[in-house]
C-alpha cells in the first residue's frame, strides 16, 4: 500500500520546499528527503517543527517507519536517520505517542529493538523514539503490555563501560514507562524494585569518578515513579530501600557535581518516609469557645493510622497534558452588575442612627473651649514626654534608654525629625549604616560585656532570674488572684514589676508597664490566661540596626530532610519525650536539666505541644485557630532552661500555608529577657539553617470530611540561644497584643495637647470574647468655637483606617501603631493633615483573635475578611459596627474620602496596596465589551503612586487593582462598590522585608513598620494636595511647610507635587520571588521535569551526529574510551 504525504516546507532561504515521501519508493530519494529534512530542521527553531508537524509531518515519519521495517530485511541506512528525525518530531507533536499507536510503529520498533539487542548503535535509535512514543501515558501502558520493560531489563546491566549510552536510554525509557500506573504495578509485581535497587547500589559503588551520573539517575527516576503506588513504597520498604538510598544520599550530599543524583534520591526518600498523623490527640483546637451559631458539639475526631487514605492509586492512566490549566483569571470578577458601585444597605436604615454617637464631632458644640485649657503650661508639665515621638526606623536609639528627657527637649527633637525628611532618598543614608555595619551578635555582645558586668544598677540579674522571684508567670492577671486568693496578691506583683523597674530603669516611648500589667486584669481570654509575655510587659524598642536577610546555606534543606528521616532509619538518639502539651499531662520538668521548658498560655501565644525528639531538637505543635482544625501559621511562645551556646534546633510541623518567605531570608523573632535587664529590651530577627518543606504529617481524611487528606509544613531553624538559664521567647513575627494596643492608646490619649488634638477613644462594639473593639477619632481642635471655625471643623473630610482582622499579622498593628503616633505628633504634616480632615481608626477588628493566639479568624473559627458583605451583629459584631460606621458616614453624605485595611504578607516582599478597578479587571480578564465604553475615574492609582515616591518600603509594582470574585467579600471589595469609596485599598506589610528601594536586603524591624504607618499619613496629605477639590489655604499652607523643607526634600517629592510631570517611572513587574532553588513538596515539578528530560534527549542526539559526521561515537561519560562504530 502507498501513502503519498506530501510536506511543503518553508526553507531558510524562503521557498517552499515540495517534499514527497512515498512509500516502496527508492532508497536514494528517501534518503535525499531524509536529508534534507534533518537539515532543515536542524538549523530551524521549533516554529518550523511545529509547522511540519501541522502539515502531517509526524504521519510521513511514521509511515515511512511501517513501511521500511516490515520489509524482509530493514534497511538501517534509512532507518537511522528516519529515527532521529522521529525523535525530533515526536518531542514537539503532543500527540505523536497517539499517531504512533494508530499507525502500528509501536510494535514494529519493539520488534526492532528485540532484533538488535546486540547492535548497540541500532538500538540506541530505536530506543531514543521508544522514548519519545513513552512520553504519553497511554501509549506507555500499551508498550508495557507488549513487554518492552523486559527488553529493557535485558538492555540496563550491572556496571560496565561498554554501551553505557545504550544503558542510559533504556533506563530513561523505562522510566517513562513507569509513569504509567499499570506498568508500575507490572514492575512491582514482578520485583522490579529489589531490581533496581541492587542496579542503581551496583554503580554507585563501581562509578566512583561519577562518569556515569545520568545512568544513575536514570534508574532512581525509576523508582520514584514506582513509588508513587503505595505497593511500590511497601516493596520499596522491604527492600530496605530506605537504608540503601538514605546511605548513598549521605555520601552524595555535600558534592554539588551530584546534583541530578541528590535531588532524585531525595525525592524518593521523602516520599518513602511512612506518612502519619499529627502526634496529636485532635487537629481542633485545644481551645474551645461557646459562641452563637456553631456546632460546637463536633466529636473531636482522633487520628489512625488508618485514616491515611492512599493518594497515588488511581486506576486509570492519564495523559497529563489533556487536563485543562485552570488560569489564574478564572477568578476574576467579569459580572459587570456586580462590578458597578451598588449603593445599598445590608440592615433597615434606622439602625444606623446608632453610630451618630461614635460620631461625636459632628454634634459637639466645644462651649468647654475657651476656658477649659486656659493654663497651658501647666498643662505642659504634667503630660507625659510621649507625644512627640515620630514613629521612624531611623529613631535614634537613646529613645529608649534616657528617662530624662524632658517634654522640650524632644519637642525640638521633632522639629528636626520632621517626616518631609524621611521620604525616599532621605533614607538611603540609614539604608547605607545599616548595611555598613555589621549586625550586633548577640553571643558577641554577651562576650564582650559579659554577664551582670554591664547591668545597670546593683541589681544581681542572675540570682534574681535563678531565684524566679520575678517568674512573670506568677506575676498574674487578676483573675488569678480572684480564684487563687493566697497565691500572689496584686499588690505584690506590683512590688515587683516597681522594683524590678526601679533596678533597671528604661524608658519606651508609648509604653508603661505598670499600665500594661492593668490592662491584661481587664482583657478576656477564651481559657483565661494567668501569666503575661515579659515582652509584652517590658516593652520593645527596635534594635539600632536592621537586620539583613539571612543568606540561604547551599543544600541546608536537604540536610535537615535527611536529619529528619535519620530518625525512621536510626533511632538510636531519638529521645521522643512530651515536655510540654495542652491537652495532655506531661511529666514534671523541674528536676529534668536535659530539656528545655515550654510554655504559652499568655496572650497572643499559642503553642499546643513540644516534644524533645533529640538532645537538642525539640518538635512543636501550634494550637489550631479557636473552634477551628486549620490556620496555624503564627507562633509566640516562652522557652527557658537553656545552655548558651548551644545551638538548638526547633521544628514548627504543622504549619499549613505552601511556601514561606522563611525560605527567602525571613528570620523569626527572639527576645531575651536576660537581655532586657541588661538594658536591650529588642525583639530581634535570629536563628540559622532556616528552611520550611513538606513534612511527612498528613490529615486523616475523617477529619476533613471525607476530602483528601491535608499535608502539612515544616518550618525549621536552629536558635543559639546568648545566655544560660534565660527566658527566651519566640514568635513568628514582632508580637503585639490586644492588651499593648489599649496600654497604647491610654498613653497616646494623655500625651496629646487637648488644646491642639481632638482625640476621643470610643467602643465600637463588644467582641464575643467580652473585650471592647476601641474605635479612635483624630482631628485638630477646631480654632474657636465661633461659628466659622466650626463650620470648617464639622466639614473635615473622613479617612477611615482599619487593622489587624487577621490575628496572626501583627506587622498590621505596627504599621497602625505608626499611624496613630503620627497623627498626633507635633509634625507640622501630621498637623496639616489633623486641620484638614477627621481619622476614624479601627486599630484592631479582630481582638478575641489576637489575644487567643489565631492566626487567621474570630472566635467563631471564620474569616472576617470574608464577612463583610452580610456581617450579622451577634456573629460578626466588629465587622457589622465597623461596616455600619461606614455605612452612616455614607449616609449623612460624608463618605470617606480614602479607606484602608491593614494587613501582612506571607508571601510577598515589601509594602503595598490592593486596589479596586472595574475597568483594569474587565481589561485583564479580556472583555472587551465592558472595557472600552466604560468611563473609570483614576484615582485610585493616585495614592499609591504617591506612596511608592514617598516609602522606602513601598513598591508601586506589586500594587494591583483587580477584583477577584473569591475577595467580594473582603472590607476593600465591599467599601469600594457599596459605598462608592473609589479609594479602597488593602495594605499588605511583608512578614520579610524588601527587595527593592533603600532597605533592599533588609529584613522589617518594627521601627521601619512605623515609618511605614507615618509615611502613609504624609501619603494622604500629598494625595489632598494634588486633588481638584484642594482648598487655597491649605496648599499655601503646604507649599511653606515644604518650601522650608526644601533642603532636605526629595527631589522626588517635589515631582509629587507637580502634577504635570507626575508619570510613573518605568515600573519592570517583580517576580513575585525567585523559584526556590530546593522543592518544597516531596515530588518536583513533573512538567520542568519532563521538557529538561527532553532537551536533554535533543542533545543526546545531536551529539551523536555531530560525532557521527566525525566518523566516531564518543562514549559517554570521560570519553577514555572511544571505539568506532560498528
Ligand atoms: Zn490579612
Not at 518553508?10 to 528517501?30: F, M, N, R
Not at 538548638?648 to 536576660?674: A, D, H, W
Not at 523559584?1075 to 513533573?1086: R, S, V
Request: negative net charge; aromatic residues 8%; contains cysteine.
Amino acid at each position: 500500500m502507498g501513502i503519498e504525504i506530501i510536506m511543503q516546507l518553508e526553507t531558510p532561504e524562503g521557498c517552499l520546499l515540495v517534499l514527497s515521501l512515498q512509500s516502496s519508493s527508492d532508497k536514494a530519494s528517501i534518503l535525499s528527503i531524509l536529508q534534507v529534512l534533518g537539515d532543515l530542521l536542524s538549523v530551524g527553531t521549533d516554529r518550523r517543527i511545529h509547522y511540519m508537524i501541522s502539515k502531517g509531518g509526524s504521519e510521513a515519519l511514521l509511515q515511512t517507519l511501517v513501511d521500511t521495517a516490515r520489509t524482509a530485511s530493514p534497511d538501517y541506512d534509512i532507518l537511522l536517520p528516519l529515527f532521529r528525525l522521529l525523535a525530533k518530531v515526536g518531542l514537539r507533536d503532543k500527540k505523536f505517542g497517539q499517531k504512533a499507536l494508530e499507525l502500528e510503529a509501536l510494535d514494529v520498533t519493539l520488534i526492532l529493538a528485540r532484533k538488535n539487542l546486540t547492535h548497540s548503535q541500532n538500538l540506541l535509535h530505536c530506543l531514543w523514539v521508544l522514548r519519545v512514543f513513552a512520553s504519553s501515558v497511554t501509549t506507555g501502558a500499551m508498550l508495557g503490555i507488549n513487554g518492552a520493560m523486559e527488553l529493557l531489563f535485558k538492555v540496563i546491566s550491572p556496571y560496565t563501560r561498554k554501551n553505557t549510552q545504550t544503558i542510559r536510554a533504556a533506563t530513561e525509557v523505562l522510566a517513562a514507562l513507569l509513569k504509567s500506573k499499570s506498568n508500575t504495578r507490572r514492575a512491582v509485581n514482578r520485583g522490579y524494585v529489589t531490581s533496581l535497587l541492587r542496579l542503581h547500589q551496583d554503580w554507585h559503588s563501581h562509578d566512583t569518578t561519577n562518569s556515569y551520573l545520568q545512568i544513575r539517575r536514570g534508574l532512581l527516576l525509576c523508582l520514584r515513579h514506582i513509588v508513587t503506588l503505595r505497593s511500590g513504597r511497601e516493596a520499596f520498604l522491604v527492600a530496605q530501600g530506605m537504608e540503601t538510598l538514605f546511605t548513598i544520599a549521605q555520601n552524595c550530599l555535600d558534592d554539588k557535581s551530584m546534583e541530578p543524583v541528590t535531588s532524585a534520591l531525595l525525592q524518593i526518600l521523602r516520599q518513602c518516609y511512612p506518612e502519619s498523623p499529627l502526634p496529636l490527640v485532635t487537629v481542633s483546637s485545644a481551645y474551645v469557645f461557646p459562641v452563637p451559631g456553631c456546632s460546637s458539639s463536633e466529636p473531636p475526631c482522633t487520628l489512625t493510622e488508618e485514616d491515611l487514605e492512599d493518594d497515588g492509586d488511581e486506576e486509570v492512566d492519564q495523559d497529563t497534558d489533556s487536563k485543562d490549566v485552570r488560569e489564574e483569571d478564572d477568578d476574576l470578577e467579569t459580572d459587570v452588575d456586580k462590578l458597578s458601585s451598588e449603593p445599598g444597605l445590608d440592615r433597615p436604615e434606622g439602625e444606623l442612627i446608632q453610630y451618630e454617637a461614635m460620631c461625636h464631632e459632628l454634634s459637639d458644640s466645644f462651649e468647654e473651649l475657651a476656658s477649659k485649657f486656659g493654663d497651658v503650661l501647666n498643662f505642659e508639665d504634667t503630660q507625659h514626654a510621649n507625644h512627640c515621638h515620630i514613629p521612624s526606623a531611623a529613631s535614634p536609639p537613646q529613645h529608649c534608654f534616657n528617662t530624662d528627657q524632658s517634654w522640650r527637649q524632644e519637642k525640638e527633637d521633632v522639629v528636626q525629625t520632621s517626616i518631609l525628611n524621611m521620604v525616599k532618598a532621605g533614607k538611603a543614608t540609614m539604608h547605607l549604616y545599616s548595611k555598613n555595619r555589621p549586625i550586633m551578635k548577640l553571643c558577641q555582645s554577651v562576650q564582650q560585656n559579659g554577664l551582670g558586668t554591664d547591668s545597670p544598677g546593683t541589681f544581681d540579674t542572675k540570682a534574681f532570674l535563678e531565684e524566679d522571684a520575678w517568674n512573670i508567670e506568677e506575676i498574674s492577671c487578676p483573675s488569678i488572684n480572684v480564684f487563687f486568693s493566697n497565691s500572689c496578691k496584686p499588690r505584690e506583683t506590683d512590688e515587683r514589676i516597681s522594683k524590678l523597674l526601679h533596678t533597671h530603669p528604661r524608658h519606651i516611648p508609648f509604653h508603661d508597664p505598670c499600665l500594661y500589667m492593668a490592662k491584661t486584669r481587664k482583657t478576656r481570654s477564651v481559657v483565661d490566661f494567668k501569666m503575661m509575655a515579659f515582652p509584652d510587659l517590658w516593652g520593645h524598642c527596635p534594635p539600632p540596626t536592621a537586620h539583613s536577610m539571612l543568606d540561604r546555606k547551599w543544600g541546608i534543606q536537604r540536610i535537615k530532610i535527611l536529619e529528619d528521616i535519620r530518625r525512621f532509619i536510626q533511632p538510636s538518639d531519638i529521645v521522643n519525650k512530651v515536655v510540654f502539651s495542652l491537652d495532655e499531662p506531661w511529666p514534671s520538668q523541674d528536676s529534668d536539666f536535659n530539656c528545655l521548658r515550654f510554655s504559652s498560655t499568655f496572650e497572643s501565644g499559642n503553642l499546643r505541644k513540644a516534644i524533645q525528639v533529640r538532645e537538642s531538637e525539640y518538635d512543636l505543635l501550634v494550637n489550631a485557630d479557636v473552634n477551628s482544625s486549620q490556620h496555624q501559621q503564627w507562633f509566640y511562645f516562652k522557652v527557658s532552661g537553656m545552655r548558651a551556646a548551644v545551638p538548638y534546633r526547633f521544628n514548627i510541623i504543622n504549619c499549613e500555608k505552601p511556601n514561606s518567605q522563611f525560605n527567602y531570608g525571613m528570620q523569626p523573632t527572639l527576645y531575651s529577657v536576660k537581655e532586657a535587664l541588661l538594658g536591650r529590651p529588642n525583639w530581634i530577627r535570629t536563628g540559622s539553617e532556616i528552611c520550611y518543606y513538606k513534612n511527612h504529617y498528613r490529615q486523616s481524611t475523617a477529619a476533613t470530611g471525607g476530602t483528601s487528606g491535608k499535608f502539612y509544613y515544616t518550618l525549621t531553624f536552629a536558635i543559639t540561644f546568648p545566655h544560660n538559664e534565660d527566658v527566651c521567647y519566640l514568635a513568628y513575627h514582632y508580637p503585639y497584643t490586644y492588651s499593648s494596643l489599649m496600654t497604647h492608646l491610654d498613653i497616646l490619649e494623655k500625651s496629646i495637647n487637648p488644646r491642639q488634638v481632638y482625640f476621643r477613644k470610643d467602643v465600637l462594639c463588644q467582641t464575643l470574647g467580652g473585650n471592647p473593639c476601641p474605635l479612635v477619632t483624630i482631628t485638630a481642635m477646631p480654632e474657636s468655637k465661633s461659628a466659622d471655625h466650626l463650620e470648617q471643623f464639622r466639614h473635615r473630610p473622613y479617612h477611615v483606617i482599619t487593622a489587624r482582622v487577621h490575628p496572626g499579622e501583627s506587622n498590621s498593628s505596627w504599621v497602625m501603631k505608626g499611624i496613630l503616633e503620627f497623627l498626633v505628633s507635633n509634625d507640622p504634616v501630621a498637623r496639616l493633615l489633623r486641620e484638614n480632615f477627621m481619622f476614624k481608626i479601627i486599630p484592631m477588628l479582630n481582638p478575641d483573635g489576637v489575644i487567643n493566639g489565631n492566626h487567621r479568624c474570630s472566635l467563631r473559627g471564620e474569616d472576617l475578611n470574608r464577612q463583610w458583605l452580610s456581617p450579622q451583629a451577634h456573629l460578626q459584631p466588629t465587622v457589622y459596627h465597623a461596616k455600619g460606621l461606614i455605612l452612616y458616614l455614607n449616609s449623612i453624605g460624608r463618605t470617606p474620602v480614602v479607606f484602608c485595611d491593614l494587613h501582612g504578607h506571607s508571601q510577598k516582599k515589601n509594602v503595598f496596596l490592593y486596589g479596586c478597578s472595574m475597568k483594569e479587571t474587565l481589561w485583564q480578564a479580556g472583555c472587551a465589551a465592558g472595557g472600552s465604553a466604560l468611563v473609570e475615574d483614576v484615582s485610585y492609582r493616585m495614592l499609591p503612586k504617591i506612596l511608592d515616591k514617598l516609602a522606602p518600603a513601598f513598591t508601586m509594582s506589586s500594587c494591583s487593582f483587580l477584583v477577584e470574585k473569591s475577595r467580594a467579600a473582603t472590607a476593600r471589595v465591599v467599601v469600594w462598590r457599596e459605598m462608592g469609596v473609589s479609594r479602597s485599598y488593602t495594605m499588605e506589610s511583608s512578614y520579610c522585608g524588601c527587595n527593592q528601594g533603600p532597605y533592599q536586603g533588609l529584613q522589617f524591624g518594627t521601627g521601619e513598620l512605623e515609618e511605614m504607618g507615618a509615611m502613609f499619613c504624609l501619603g494622604l496629605l500629598i494625595l489632598e494636595l494634588k486633588s481638584v477639590g484642594c482648598s487655597p489655604q491649605l496648599l499655601a499652607q503646604a507649599t511653606t511647610l515644604l518650601n522650608a523643607n526644601e533642603d532636605t526634600l526629595d527631589h522626588h517629592l517635589q515631582r509629587c507635587l507637580d502634577s504635570s510631570k507626575f508619570s510613573s517611572r518605568n515600573m519592570s513587574e517583580l517576580d513575585d520571588e525567585p523559584p526556590c532553588m530546593e522543592e518544597i513538596d516531596y515530588i518536583g515539578d513533573n512538567s520542568s521535569d519532563q521538557e529538561q528530560i527532553f532537551s536533554e534527549l535533543d542533545k543526546q542526539i545531536q551529539e551523536y551526529a555531530f560525532n557521527k559526521n566525525k566518523g566516531q561515537e564518543d562514549e559517554e561519560g570521560t570519553g577514555r574510551q572511544r571505539r568506532a562504530i560498528p
